[in-house]
Protein backbone atom coordinates (compact mmCIF):
# COMPACT_ATOMS: atom_id res chain seq x y z
CA UNK A 1 0.00 0.00 0.00
CA UNK A 2 2.66 2.36 0.99
CA UNK A 3 3.95 2.17 -2.90
CA UNK A 4 0.70 2.78 -4.44
CA UNK A 5 0.95 6.30 -5.06
CA UNK A 6 4.35 5.85 -6.06
CA UNK A 7 2.98 3.58 -8.89
CA UNK A 8 0.30 6.14 -10.01
CA UNK A 9 2.70 8.51 -10.31
CA UNK A 10 5.42 6.53 -12.44
CA UNK A 11 2.22 5.16 -14.68
CA UNK A 12 1.19 8.39 -15.08
CA UNK A 13 4.54 9.74 -16.29
CA UNK A 14 4.99 7.18 -18.61
CA UNK A 15 1.43 8.24 -20.12
CA UNK A 16 2.68 11.79 -20.44
CA UNK A 17 5.70 10.61 -21.93
CA UNK A 18 3.68 8.45 -24.27
CA UNK A 19 1.24 11.16 -25.33
CA UNK A 20 4.37 13.38 -25.99
CA UNK A 21 6.28 11.35 -28.19
CA UNK A 22 3.02 10.40 -30.22
CA UNK A 23 2.27 14.38 -30.50
CA UNK A 24 5.46 14.88 -32.43
CA UNK A 25 5.04 11.83 -34.81
CA UNK A 26 3.38 13.19 -38.26
CA UNK A 27 -0.19 12.10 -39.01
CA UNK A 28 0.99 9.32 -41.37
CA UNK A 29 2.71 7.37 -38.68
CA UNK A 30 -0.32 8.23 -36.56
CA UNK A 31 -2.87 6.50 -38.27
CA UNK A 32 -0.94 3.93 -39.24
CA UNK A 33 -0.01 2.97 -35.71
CA UNK A 34 -3.72 3.32 -34.94
CA UNK A 35 -4.61 1.65 -37.76
CA UNK A 36 -2.50 -1.72 -37.34
CA UNK A 37 -1.96 -1.76 -33.47
CA UNK A 38 -5.44 0.07 -32.33
CA UNK A 39 -2.69 2.58 -30.80
CA UNK A 40 -4.47 4.81 -28.27
CA UNK A 41 -1.66 7.23 -27.82
CA UNK A 42 -1.52 7.53 -31.49
CA UNK A 43 -5.53 8.20 -31.91
CA UNK A 44 -5.17 10.42 -28.83
CA UNK A 45 -2.93 12.39 -30.73
CA UNK A 46 -4.95 13.02 -34.04
CA UNK A 47 -7.53 14.47 -31.76
CA UNK A 48 -5.66 16.59 -29.85
CA UNK A 49 -4.28 17.91 -33.03
CA UNK A 50 -7.18 17.99 -35.28
CA UNK A 51 -9.99 17.98 -32.87
CA UNK A 52 -10.50 21.58 -32.16
CA UNK A 53 -10.95 22.38 -35.95
CA UNK A 54 -13.21 19.83 -35.86
CA UNK A 55 -15.26 20.76 -33.34
CA UNK A 56 -15.49 24.42 -34.77
CA UNK A 57 -16.92 23.41 -37.81
CA UNK A 58 -19.41 21.60 -36.33
CA UNK A 59 -20.79 25.08 -34.24
CA UNK A 60 -20.48 26.41 -37.16
CA UNK A 61 -23.50 24.42 -38.85
CA UNK A 62 -25.30 23.16 -35.58
CA UNK A 63 -26.45 26.01 -33.12
CA UNK A 64 -26.92 23.60 -30.06
CA UNK A 65 -23.87 22.79 -28.26
CA UNK A 66 -25.05 18.96 -27.69
CA UNK A 67 -25.77 18.79 -31.46
CA UNK A 68 -22.11 19.87 -32.37
CA UNK A 69 -20.50 17.57 -29.63
CA UNK A 70 -22.49 14.60 -30.93
CA UNK A 71 -21.41 15.16 -34.64
CA UNK A 72 -18.09 15.93 -32.90
CA UNK A 73 -18.14 12.38 -31.78
CA UNK A 74 -19.19 10.69 -34.35
CA UNK A 75 -16.75 12.35 -37.18
CA UNK A 76 -14.52 10.29 -34.38
CA UNK A 77 -15.60 7.27 -34.81
CA UNK A 78 -15.54 7.47 -38.78
CA UNK A 79 -12.03 8.36 -38.29
CA UNK A 80 -11.45 5.16 -35.63
CA UNK A 81 -13.69 3.06 -38.25
CA UNK A 82 -12.17 4.12 -41.44
CA UNK A 83 -8.36 4.54 -40.35
CA UNK A 84 -7.20 1.89 -42.42
CA UNK A 85 -8.33 2.44 -45.61
CA UNK A 86 -7.59 6.08 -45.53
CA UNK A 87 -5.73 6.81 -49.11
CA UNK A 88 -4.06 10.16 -47.96
CA UNK A 89 -2.59 9.21 -44.64
CA UNK A 90 -0.83 12.82 -44.79
CA UNK A 91 -4.12 15.02 -44.78
CA UNK A 92 -6.03 13.51 -41.92
CA UNK A 93 -6.94 17.40 -41.21
CA UNK A 94 -8.40 17.41 -44.41
CA UNK A 95 -10.70 14.33 -44.04
CA UNK A 96 -11.96 14.74 -40.89
CA UNK A 97 -13.13 18.45 -42.07
CA UNK A 98 -15.05 16.74 -44.98
CA UNK A 99 -16.68 14.16 -42.55
CA UNK A 100 -17.59 16.74 -39.94
CA UNK A 101 -19.24 19.20 -42.28
CA UNK A 102 -21.43 16.40 -44.37
CA UNK A 103 -22.15 14.80 -40.56
CA UNK A 104 -23.35 18.09 -39.14
CA UNK A 105 -24.92 19.18 -42.34
CA UNK A 106 -27.23 15.87 -42.43
CA UNK A 107 -28.05 16.70 -38.71
CA UNK A 108 -29.01 20.20 -38.86
CA UNK A 109 -31.49 18.98 -41.49
CA UNK A 110 -32.67 16.13 -39.58
CA UNK A 111 -33.12 18.67 -36.81
CA UNK A 112 -35.03 21.35 -38.57
CA UNK A 113 -37.53 18.32 -40.02
CA UNK A 114 -38.06 17.80 -36.56
CA UNK A 115 -38.41 20.96 -35.11
CA UNK A 116 -40.68 21.66 -37.90
CA UNK A 117 -42.69 18.95 -37.32
CA UNK A 118 -43.17 20.05 -33.74
CA UNK A 119 -44.21 23.32 -34.25
CA UNK A 120 -42.65 25.96 -37.03
CA UNK A 121 -44.59 29.02 -35.45
CA UNK A 122 -42.76 27.65 -32.09
CA UNK A 123 -39.55 27.81 -33.63
CA UNK A 124 -39.98 31.14 -35.12
CA UNK A 125 -41.34 32.44 -32.22
CA UNK A 126 -38.30 31.48 -29.36
CA UNK A 127 -35.70 32.56 -32.00
CA UNK A 128 -33.72 34.76 -30.37
CA UNK A 129 -30.78 35.20 -32.79
CA UNK A 130 -30.30 39.09 -33.61
CA UNK A 131 -30.11 39.39 -36.98
CA UNK A 132 -26.59 40.48 -37.45
CA UNK A 133 -25.70 36.88 -35.19
CA UNK A 134 -27.62 35.42 -38.33
CA UNK A 135 -26.15 36.45 -41.07
CA UNK A 136 -22.59 35.85 -39.84
CA UNK A 137 -23.39 31.97 -39.11
CA UNK A 138 -24.81 31.84 -42.72
CA UNK A 139 -21.96 33.63 -44.26
CA UNK A 140 -19.95 30.86 -41.83
CA UNK A 141 -22.39 28.00 -43.63
CA UNK A 142 -21.63 29.17 -47.18
CA UNK A 143 -17.45 29.49 -46.70
CA UNK A 144 -17.38 25.50 -45.07
CA UNK A 145 -19.77 24.43 -48.06
CA UNK A 146 -17.69 25.67 -50.34
CA UNK A 147 -14.36 25.02 -49.16
CA UNK A 148 -15.85 21.15 -48.73
CA UNK A 149 -16.68 21.02 -52.66
CA UNK A 150 -12.81 22.24 -53.61
CA UNK A 151 -10.22 19.55 -55.06
CA UNK A 152 -8.06 18.32 -52.04
CA UNK A 153 -5.11 19.82 -53.78
CA UNK A 154 -5.77 23.56 -52.56
CA UNK A 155 -8.31 21.96 -49.81
CA UNK A 156 -5.80 20.72 -47.52
CA UNK A 157 -3.25 23.39 -46.99
CA UNK A 158 -6.30 25.61 -46.26
CA UNK A 159 -7.60 23.51 -43.65
CA UNK A 160 -4.14 23.14 -41.94
CA UNK A 161 -3.29 26.67 -42.58
CA UNK A 162 -6.35 28.69 -42.12
CA UNK A 163 -8.87 26.50 -39.41
CA UNK A 164 -5.91 25.00 -37.81
CA UNK A 165 -3.07 27.75 -37.98
CA UNK A 166 -0.25 25.96 -38.82
CA UNK A 167 1.95 28.12 -40.75
CA UNK A 168 3.38 27.26 -44.66
CA UNK A 169 6.81 25.52 -43.06
CA UNK A 170 4.21 23.36 -40.67
CA UNK A 171 1.33 22.34 -43.39
CA UNK A 172 4.45 21.80 -45.60
CA UNK A 173 5.96 19.23 -43.34
CA UNK A 174 2.72 17.36 -42.49
CA UNK A 175 1.93 17.34 -46.35
CA UNK A 176 5.08 16.06 -47.31
CA UNK A 177 5.22 19.33 -49.70
CA UNK A 178 7.70 21.89 -50.51
CA UNK A 179 6.63 25.52 -48.95
CA UNK A 180 6.72 27.00 -51.77
CA UNK A 181 4.07 24.48 -53.27
CA UNK A 182 2.23 25.13 -50.04
CA UNK A 183 2.14 28.87 -51.12
CA UNK A 184 1.23 28.13 -54.35
CA UNK A 185 -1.11 25.88 -53.49
CA UNK A 186 -2.90 28.12 -50.58
CA UNK A 187 -3.17 31.15 -53.13
CA UNK A 188 -4.48 28.90 -55.86
CA UNK A 189 -6.81 27.77 -52.96
CA UNK A 190 -7.88 31.19 -51.56
CA UNK A 191 -8.69 32.66 -55.12
CA UNK A 192 -10.66 29.80 -56.12
CA UNK A 193 -12.58 30.03 -52.92
CA UNK A 194 -13.15 33.80 -52.86
CA UNK A 195 -14.35 32.83 -56.63
CA UNK A 196 -17.18 30.33 -55.69
CA UNK A 197 -17.91 32.80 -52.73
CA UNK A 198 -18.55 35.42 -55.15
CA UNK A 199 -20.69 33.19 -58.00
CA UNK A 200 -23.20 33.02 -54.46
CA UNK A 201 -23.10 37.42 -53.76
CA UNK A 202 -20.78 37.06 -50.84
CA UNK A 203 -18.07 38.89 -51.24
CA UNK A 204 -15.28 38.80 -48.70
CA UNK A 205 -11.80 40.35 -48.40
CA UNK A 206 -9.33 36.70 -46.98
CA UNK A 207 -8.70 38.04 -44.05
CA UNK A 208 -12.75 38.03 -43.54
CA UNK A 209 -12.99 34.22 -44.69
CA UNK A 210 -10.36 33.46 -42.28
CA UNK A 211 -12.13 34.92 -39.41
CA UNK A 212 -15.28 33.43 -40.70
CA UNK A 213 -13.50 29.70 -40.80
CA UNK A 214 -12.16 29.64 -37.38
CA UNK A 215 -14.07 31.66 -34.75
CA UNK A 216 -11.34 31.68 -32.65
CA UNK A 217 -8.93 33.23 -35.19
CA UNK A 218 -5.56 35.08 -34.42
CA UNK A 219 -3.45 36.22 -35.91
CA UNK A 220 -1.40 33.47 -36.69
CA UNK A 221 -4.62 31.69 -38.02
CA UNK A 222 -5.21 34.67 -40.39
CA UNK A 223 -2.21 35.39 -42.17
CA UNK A 224 -1.45 32.21 -43.99
CA UNK A 225 -4.93 33.31 -46.17
Known amino acids: MANEPTQLLAKHLRNLTAAARADGLPDREL ?8 DEDAFAAL ?11 CRRILRD ?5 DVFQATLVVLSRKAASLRRLDSVGCFLHGVAYRLALKARTQLAQQRMRESQSAVEK ?3 DPLAELSVREAQAIV ?3 LARLPEKWRAPLVLCCLEGKTRDEAARQLGWSAKLVKSRLEQGRERLRSRLTRRGLTLPAALIATLLSEEAAPRRCRQC
Not at 65 to 69: L, M, P, R, T, V
Request: aromatic share 4%; net charge negative; no cysteine.
Open 65 to 69: GHDAE
Open 144 to 146: DEE
Open 47 to 57: VRRHGPMVLRV
Open 126 to 128: HSA
Open 31 to 38: IQRFAAER
